[in-house]
Protein backbone atom coordinates (compact mmCIF):
# COMPACT_ATOMS: atom_id res chain seq x y z
CA UNK A 1 0.00 0.00 0.00
CA UNK A 2 1.46 3.18 -1.04
CA UNK A 3 -0.28 5.05 2.05
CA UNK A 4 1.74 2.74 4.30
CA UNK A 5 4.54 5.48 4.13
CA UNK A 6 3.16 9.03 3.39
CA UNK A 7 -0.58 8.10 5.58
CA UNK A 8 0.26 5.35 7.64
CA UNK A 9 -2.99 5.36 9.32
CA UNK A 10 -4.99 5.24 6.42
CA UNK A 11 -3.44 2.05 5.00
CA UNK A 12 -5.58 -1.05 6.23
CA UNK A 13 -3.82 -3.57 3.84
CA UNK A 14 -0.61 -5.96 6.09
CA UNK A 15 1.27 -5.17 2.90
CA UNK A 16 5.19 -3.89 3.25
CA UNK A 17 6.19 -0.36 2.58
CA UNK A 18 7.66 0.69 -0.58
CA UNK A 19 11.18 -0.61 -1.24
CA UNK A 20 14.32 1.49 -0.45
CA UNK A 21 16.28 2.35 -3.23
CA UNK A 22 19.91 1.84 -2.95
CA UNK A 23 22.23 4.67 -2.16
CA UNK A 24 24.21 6.61 -4.89
CA UNK A 25 27.07 8.67 -5.10
CA UNK A 26 30.65 7.93 -3.43
CA UNK A 27 31.25 7.40 -0.12
CA UNK A 28 32.61 10.80 0.04
CA UNK A 29 29.95 12.27 -0.88
CA UNK A 30 27.18 10.89 1.67
CA UNK A 31 30.16 11.60 4.45
CA UNK A 32 30.53 14.92 3.47
CA UNK A 33 26.38 15.25 3.65
CA UNK A 34 26.75 13.69 6.91
CA UNK A 35 29.42 16.44 8.02
CA UNK A 36 27.19 19.18 6.74
CA UNK A 37 23.71 17.90 8.52
CA UNK A 38 24.27 16.13 11.73
CA UNK A 39 27.90 17.55 12.56
CA UNK A 40 28.08 21.21 12.02
CA UNK A 41 26.41 23.66 13.56
CA UNK A 42 23.58 24.84 11.60
CA UNK A 43 25.26 28.87 11.96
CA UNK A 44 28.41 27.38 9.76
CA UNK A 45 26.17 25.17 7.40
CA UNK A 46 24.52 28.60 6.25
CA UNK A 47 28.20 30.34 6.16
CA UNK A 48 28.89 27.00 3.70
CA UNK A 49 25.47 27.56 1.98
CA UNK A 50 26.35 31.30 1.22
CA UNK A 51 29.60 30.37 -0.73
CA UNK A 52 29.73 31.86 -4.13
CA UNK A 53 32.19 28.67 -5.31
CA UNK A 54 32.33 25.61 -3.90
CA UNK A 55 35.38 23.67 -4.20
CA UNK A 56 35.71 19.49 -5.17
CA UNK A 57 32.21 17.36 -3.68
CA UNK A 58 30.48 20.42 -2.39
CA UNK A 59 29.37 21.42 -5.67
CA UNK A 60 27.54 18.29 -6.60
CA UNK A 61 25.51 18.84 -4.08
CA UNK A 62 21.89 21.01 -4.32
CA UNK A 63 22.09 24.47 -2.33
CA UNK A 64 18.99 25.31 -3.61
CA UNK A 65 16.15 25.40 -0.65
CA UNK A 66 12.75 27.41 -0.34
CA UNK A 67 12.68 27.32 3.02
CA UNK A 68 9.51 26.43 5.37
CA UNK A 69 7.64 25.79 2.32
CA UNK A 70 3.92 24.24 4.16
CA UNK A 71 1.90 26.05 1.28
CA UNK A 72 -0.68 28.32 3.19
CA UNK A 73 0.27 27.14 6.48
CA UNK A 74 4.27 28.70 5.60
CA UNK A 75 2.65 32.06 7.54
CA UNK A 76 2.55 30.08 10.86
CA UNK A 77 6.20 29.55 10.91
CA UNK A 78 8.47 31.93 12.22
CA UNK A 79 11.46 33.65 10.01
CA UNK A 80 13.60 32.36 12.55
CA UNK A 81 12.72 29.10 11.23
CA UNK A 82 14.24 29.86 7.80
CA UNK A 83 17.72 28.49 7.95
CA UNK A 84 16.52 25.61 9.84
CA UNK A 85 14.47 25.05 7.38
CA UNK A 86 17.04 25.33 4.41
CA UNK A 87 19.52 23.11 6.23
CA UNK A 88 16.02 20.51 6.26
CA UNK A 89 15.63 21.28 2.40
CA UNK A 90 19.44 20.31 1.91
CA UNK A 91 19.07 17.10 3.68
CA UNK A 92 15.59 16.05 1.61
CA UNK A 93 17.33 17.16 -1.75
CA UNK A 94 20.35 15.84 -1.65
CA UNK A 95 19.61 12.24 0.48
CA UNK A 96 16.22 12.20 -1.08
CA UNK A 97 15.69 13.37 -4.19
CA UNK A 98 19.22 12.92 -6.08
CA UNK A 99 19.89 9.59 -4.11
CA UNK A 100 22.77 9.70 -1.90
CA UNK A 101 20.63 7.95 0.73
CA UNK A 102 17.09 7.54 -0.11
CA UNK A 103 16.07 5.98 2.92
CA UNK A 104 13.18 6.01 5.44
CA UNK A 105 15.41 6.14 8.23
CA UNK A 106 17.54 8.90 6.59
CA UNK A 107 14.50 10.81 6.29
CA UNK A 108 13.38 10.11 9.91
CA UNK A 109 16.72 11.71 10.69
CA UNK A 110 16.49 15.06 8.45
CA UNK A 111 12.94 15.63 10.18
CA UNK A 112 14.90 14.92 13.55
CA UNK A 113 17.28 17.52 12.89
CA UNK A 114 14.77 20.63 11.90
CA UNK A 115 12.79 19.37 15.03
CA UNK A 116 16.50 19.91 17.06
CA UNK A 117 17.26 22.85 14.77
CA UNK A 118 13.77 24.54 15.92
CA UNK A 119 14.02 23.89 19.83
CA UNK A 120 17.36 25.57 19.32
CA UNK A 121 15.82 28.30 17.83
CA UNK A 122 13.45 28.78 20.65
CA UNK A 123 10.23 27.15 18.96
CA UNK A 124 9.55 24.24 21.58
CA UNK A 125 6.38 24.18 20.67
CA UNK A 126 6.11 24.21 16.77
CA UNK A 127 9.19 21.49 16.58
CA UNK A 128 7.67 18.39 17.46
CA UNK A 129 4.39 19.20 15.36
CA UNK A 130 6.24 20.22 12.38
CA UNK A 131 8.74 16.75 12.74
CA UNK A 132 5.24 14.75 13.10
CA UNK A 133 3.42 16.66 10.20
CA UNK A 134 7.42 15.81 8.29
CA UNK A 135 6.62 11.94 9.16
CA UNK A 136 3.45 11.40 7.84
CA UNK A 137 3.47 13.90 4.66
CA UNK A 138 7.00 14.84 4.06
CA UNK A 139 7.86 11.51 2.03
CA UNK A 140 6.32 12.52 -1.20
CA UNK A 141 9.27 15.22 -1.33
CA UNK A 142 12.23 13.34 0.21
CA UNK A 143 11.68 10.66 -2.75
CA UNK A 144 11.35 13.69 -5.15
CA UNK A 145 7.50 12.37 -6.04
CA UNK A 146 5.21 14.44 -7.25
CA UNK A 147 2.23 14.81 -4.79
CA UNK A 148 -0.46 15.56 -7.39
CA UNK A 149 0.14 12.42 -9.53
CA UNK A 150 0.88 10.05 -6.06
CA UNK A 151 -2.60 11.20 -4.62
CA UNK A 152 -4.30 11.66 -8.35
CA UNK A 153 -5.35 15.21 -7.79
CA UNK A 154 -7.03 16.86 -11.17
CA UNK A 155 -4.85 18.93 -13.00
CA UNK A 156 -7.29 21.73 -12.37
CA UNK A 157 -6.66 21.49 -8.64
CA UNK A 158 -2.95 21.47 -8.79
CA UNK A 159 -2.88 25.13 -8.33
CA UNK A 160 -4.98 25.64 -6.26
CA UNK A 161 -3.40 23.60 -3.90
CA UNK A 162 0.17 25.28 -4.55
CA UNK A 163 1.34 28.42 -2.69
CA UNK A 164 0.26 31.84 -4.46
CA UNK A 165 4.12 32.60 -6.23
CA UNK A 166 4.96 36.48 -4.47
CA UNK A 167 6.94 38.89 -6.65
CA UNK A 168 10.33 37.92 -4.78
CA UNK A 169 9.72 34.08 -6.03
CA UNK A 170 9.90 35.53 -9.76
CA UNK A 171 13.08 37.83 -9.08
Known amino acids: CVARRFLPDRCRSSSVGLPQIEARGSRAHRARLEELLFEVPLERFMAE ?68 DAMAMGQDALAPALRRSLERFGGPSFYG ?27
Request: charged residues 35%; aromatic residues 8%.
Open 145 to 171: QDLAELWDVPDFLVPLLQPEETSSDRD
Open 49 to 116: RAQEQRPGIDADFDWDGNGCSAGPLAELFDERLLDACLRHDFGYHNLGVRGFDPRDATRGRVDRLLEA
